[in-house]
């Protein structure tokens, strides 16, 4: 919400938002934890801390508080580098330093970039640049380009790869390699973010519904919350090249969510990007809209404890974050 809320709104807001932040505060830790702090939490996770610096990175360019800057530095300094320092990957949670995960590694990579833009420290760079190289070496598919999930150092040395693909992993590997571009002028590095946007952009890859017969009509599966960091690669990769072609899809993206997602009661939005998970009504507006028969298909985060759809802060921060990024390319 605090990434949202530094993309969209004022300083004023942005400090409240800053202020619940610190409810879950590990001082020790120097980082975030899952839920609300207390002492002996160690429910932490690297994924959400690296977002957490870009969120505070971004609440410092909409406001110029160091003080923002400075509890960036320390998440990313004090505990996130420091989890790398085995094979340039991050792992996924405090509990397990046997697995390293894209969802951590890229936008730790992606954080760090944007931090050494700011302070000119070229140790961050070399960081960022180890992570991309990990991730690409270990968790980029040789056929499809895209992003797997996870990797797993078992206890005979080996390795297990989770191949699921998710939309934010092969988003952060786009906005990371792009910046490493940018960082470091390398050509070879716009090559890789190129590659993988290529692969996001097609729609027979396993990152979109193929339920819509037709190719051009056709969305990505994941819920908004993991869209918008597609979004955001797709945002840096576009002012160096794919220009329209990157920008037409970030505006059928955020479209869909203003056709399917919006409520016009409430004017918020469902957290998903599949209209038939929704409710009997979202079925019948998307089989009319595509000419097909889907039939409900319950997707229970759309939903509360009693069974009634909800709407979730993560979703509509999601979607405000698209919008905003489709408003401004």
């Keep these: 919400m605090l990434h949202a809320t530094a993309d969209c709104l004022t300083p004023q807001r942005i400090s409240q938002a800053v202020s619940v932040h610190q409810e879950y505060w590990n001082p020790e830790r120097y980082a975030f934890c899952a839920w609300k702090m207390f002492p002996g939490n160690n429910d932490i996770y690297y994924d959400d801390n690296a977002h957490a610096v870009q969120?505070?990175?971004s609440s410092f360019e909409a406001t110029g508080e160091?003080?923002?800057l400075d509890q960036a530095r320390d998440i990313l300094c004090n505990f996130i580098i420091p989890s790398g320092r085995h094979d340039g990957g991050i792992p996924w949670h405090i509990s397990n330093d046997k697995a390293?995960?894209?969802?951590s590694t890229g936008p730790a990579a992606i954080s760090a970039f944007r931090l050494a833009r700011i302070t000119r420290n070229n140790d961050l760079v070399d960081f960022s640049l180890r992570a991309l190289n990990w991730l690409k070496q270990n968790l980029q598919d040789p056929?499809?380009?895209l992003i797997w999930d996870q990797l797993a150092y078992k206890d005979d040395g080996s390795t297990e790869i989770n191949k699921m693909k998710w939309t934010y992993n092969t988003g952060f590997a786009i906005h990371g390699f792009t910046l490493a571009y940018e960082a470091t002028g390398n050509e070879e590095h716009l090559r890789s973010a190129i590659e993988i946007a290529e692969a996001a952009l097609n729609p027979?890859?396993?990152?979109?519904d193929h339920c819509i017969p037709d190719t051009s009509q056709r969305m990505l599966s994941d819920g908004s919350f993991f869209l918008h960091h597609l979004v955001d690669g797709y945002v840096a990769l576009s002012k160096h090249t794919h220009t329209q072609q990157l920008r037409h899809e970030?505006?059928?993206i955020a479209n869909w969510g203003r056709e399917f997602m919006?409520?016009?009661e409430d004017q918020?939005?469902?957290r998903g990007s599949r209209p038939y998970a929704i409710s009997e009504d979202h079925v019948r507006k998307f089989n009319d809209r595509f000419g097909l028969s889907k039939t409900l298909e319950i997707n229970g985060q759309e939903r509360d404890e009693q069974g009634n759809l909800c709407k979730t802060m993560l979703g509509c921060a999601s979607w405000a974050r698209i919008l905003h990024a489709a408003e401004r390319v």
Excluded: G, M, Q, V
């Design 55 to 57: 969120a505070f990175i």
């Design 66 to 68: 160091t003080r923002y």
């Design 100 to 103: 390293r995960a894209a969802c």
């Design 143 to 145: 056929e499809d380009k």
């Design 204 to 208: 027979e890859s396993p990152l979109f």
């Design 250 to 252: 970030i505006h059928r």
């Design 262 to 264: 919006l409520d016009l």
């Design 268 to 270: 918020l939005y469902y």
